[in-house]
Structure formats: structure tokens, C-alpha cells
């Protein structure tokens, strides 16, 4: 049963509106500084569809599922995607080199502070150039964003952020050495395969709880979520870089380094901000991840989304590239001083509680 029931007035409410409208209208603004920031360096700006086959293959990410009516009353399920990633790439195998997209997705099981079910990510892709050089187009923008709303400072949740200085780049492996005091590499083989047991090991060694059902996965979030995320963005922006392969499913891995892979967060005030990949494009490696994924969705919550063939097609034929996801409403809040999610975005999703 749902019930309608509000805790707060409604956002519509010309009072709540009024509270809310400067920051939305710094949105505005941020978006429209993005946008010509990107055309100034030849991108193209895209336009890529909700409705897709597959939402995506984490197995952490939600999505919400529909379905196509036929003529003939057949019913074919769709998905609202949870990011235009798989479009993009499919862009870049026809032959586009360098575009950009603001696309609303939607992610199910979200509601929060940081959180909202149907949101607007920031995607930019480039065609034959290293990730270090998303690493500075988001250094850039960070600082485009504070400019444009006119803060020298971003603070959030106890923590302030100069975002005109330049930021500290941690691997994910010096990370857990300088927060939990853990050897992470060790528990990650050549060929990216990695011990559980071995790594339960070292969180007990330093003092953090592990249960027997834990995978090497749940383990290393709780590493992130308890010891490292905390730390991250305090008095200058943080990008952890080189995540293990394990946990990198559309990254390729480091040339020095197959533990590893080519992908990056980036942090501010404790928040992730982006999530960056130098592309993986062999299909046959990315279907066997995708395929590990969903597995490992249906072992945690009995369900599983199907693979998008046409992606796996045109990974084929796709260019090396790096893109990064930019969570483009997370941004503007901590450039704005907003303190929710919700209060940069035009027209909320109505909550509703489950009763």
C-alpha cells in the first residue's frame, strides 16, 4: 500500500518555491557555462533514449522496468536506463569522436540527501585520449561550476573544499594502506582474480568486522564505505584512481599493472561527484563481466537484467576512448550551498511511502 502521506510541503508550494528557486536558477546557469564550456572545445552535444533494452549490468544498480504494447498486444520489456552509457559508446562506434550528454536516469531503491530516483548525469566521451585528460576536464568544470555561481568555497556535510586548487590523486591501493592499513594488492592475482580470504584477513588485522558469507566484493565496500570515503575530498578535491579490475566492469586494465584498471572517482566534501573509465572495448571480456555481474545480482537480489547485443556488437568496432559520468545535480548543490538533492531539481519526484 502507498501512502501519500508528506512529512514537509510539498515543493510546489510557492513558499517552499521560493526557498528552493535560487538555487535552481544557479542550475541554470551552471548548465548553461557546462554547455558552451563544451562547445567551445568542439564537442557534440547528444540526445540518447530512456527507454532501452538493458538499464545496464551492475549488480548493484536498481532500475525500473516497463514494457512495449505491439500492435498485436505482445508485450516486449524496456527499461529506463540508469545511464546513457551504452548509447554513448554505440555514438562512438559510428563514428563520433567527441560528444557530450545531459540525460535524465533513473535508479530504483535511491532516495536521500544525495539520492533521487530520476536524476541528470553528465556524460562526455573522447575518442583516442588517455583518462588522465577527464581527470582535468573535471578539475576544470568543478571550478567552472563554483565561478558561475560565484563561491570561492564548497561546503557539505562538515567538510570544505577549495575547488579552484588542484586536487590529490590517491590509487584506491595507497588508500587502503592510508586509512585502514591494508595491503590490497596483495589480495588481487596477475590475472585479476581475487582471494576473499585473504582479504578478510587483513580487514580483521585491522580491526574491522567481516562476516562468513562476505564476498571479496562486500569486503571491499566496507573498506570504501567505513574507511576511505570519509577522507576523501577534505580541503581539496580527491580523485581515487586505478580501482581493481574486479571492481572496473566497462574500464580496461592498467598497461603497468593487470591488477588494476583504468578508472577513477572523484570526490568533494565527502561526496562522489564522478565515476571515469578508459574504455573497455573487447566484447567477448566485457560479456564475460556483465555476466559475473548479473550473477552476482541474482546471488544478492533475485534478479537479473538481460545484456544489450547490439552494445556487445559495437564494442567491436568502437574506438579507443575514456567517458566519465558526472552526477550533474550533486555539483550544483555543493556550488550553490544546497543542502538536498531536491532542492536543484526543477520538479521532484513526489515521495511516497510504502506501508
Not at 526557498?19 to 568542439?42: K, V, Y
Not at 567527441?98 to 536524476?119: D, M, Q, T
Not at 567538510?159 to 589480495?187: M, N, Q
Not at 566534501?269 to 573487447?282: I, K, S, Y
Request: with cysteine; hydrophobic share 40%; net charge negative.
Amino acid at each position: 500500500m502507498i501512502d501519500s502521506r508528506r512529512s514537509s510541503p510539498p515543493w510546489w508550494r510557492a513558499s517552499v518555491h521560493a526557498d528552493r528557486r535560487p538555487f535552481l536558477i544557479g542550475r541554470n546557469r551552471i548548465q548553461a557555462a557546462f554547455r558552451a564550456h563544451f562547445a567551445g572545445q568542439d564537442f557534440i552535444e547528444v540526445d540518447t533514449a530512456t527507454l532501452q533494452v538493458s538499464p545496464g549490468n551492475e549488480a548493484h544498480l536498481h532500475a525500473f522496468r516497463t514494457e512495449a504494447i505491439g500492435h498485436d498486444g505482445s508485450a516486449v520489456p524496456l527499461y529506463l536506463h540508469t545511464s546513457p552509457e551504452f548509447a554513448c559508446k554505440k555514438l562512438l562506434a559510428a563514428g563520433e569522436m567527441k560528444i557530450s550528454c545531459f540525460a535524465h536516469v533513473y535508479r530504483n531503491r535511491e532516495r536521500g540527501p544525495l539520492h533521487h530516483p530520476e536524476f541528470t548525469m553528465l556524460e562526455w566521451y573522447r575518442v583516442g585520449e588517455g583518462y588522465e585528460q577527464l581527470m582535468r576536464d573535471c578539475t576544470d568544470l568543478i571550478a567552472l561550476a563554483a565561478r558561475t555561481a560565484g563561491t570561492r568555497q564548497f561546503a557539505y556535510g562538515g567538510k570544505t573544499v577549495d575547488p579552484f586548487v588542484a586536487p590529490e590523486r590517491i590509487s584506491v591501493a595507497e588508500a587502503f594502506s592510508r586509512y585502514a592499513g591494508i595491503d590490497l594488492l596483495a589480495t588481487i592475482a596477475v590475472d585479476g582474480s581475487t582471494d576473499r580470504d585473504a582479504l578478510a584477513r587483513e580487514l580483521e588485522d585491522a580491526g574491522i568486522k567481516t562476516a562468513v558469507d562476505d564476498t571479496w566484493a562486500d569486503l571491499f565496500s566496507r573498506v570504501i564505505v567505513e574507511k576511505v570515503e570519509p577522507n576523501l575530498g577534505d580541503g581539496r578535491v580527491t580523485i581515487l584512481d586505478r580501482y581493481p579490475v574486479a571492481e572496473a566492469a566497462l574500464a580496461r586494465p592498467c598497461a603497468n599493472d593487470p591488477r588494476v584498471a583504468e578508472r577513477f572517482e572523484v570526490y568533494a566534501c565527502g561526496v562522489e561527484l564522478a565515476n571515469a573509465f578508459g574504455e573497455l572495448t573487447d566484447p567477448a571480456e566485457q560479456r564475460r563481466r556483465f555476466e559475473a555481474e548479473m550473477v552476482e545480482k541474482n546471488r544478492v537480489y533475485g534478479e537479473t537484467y538481460p545484456l544489450d547485443e547490439d552494445f556487445l556488437e559495437a564494442l567491436a568496432s568502437m574506438p579507443d576512448a575514456s567517458g566519465i559520468a558526472l552526477g550533474f545535480d550533486r555539483l550544483v548543490m555543493l556550488a550553490t550551498g544546497a543542502l538536498r538533492i531536491d532542492q536543484v531539481i526543477w520538479a521532484p519526484v513526489a515521495e511516497t511511502h510504502l506501508g
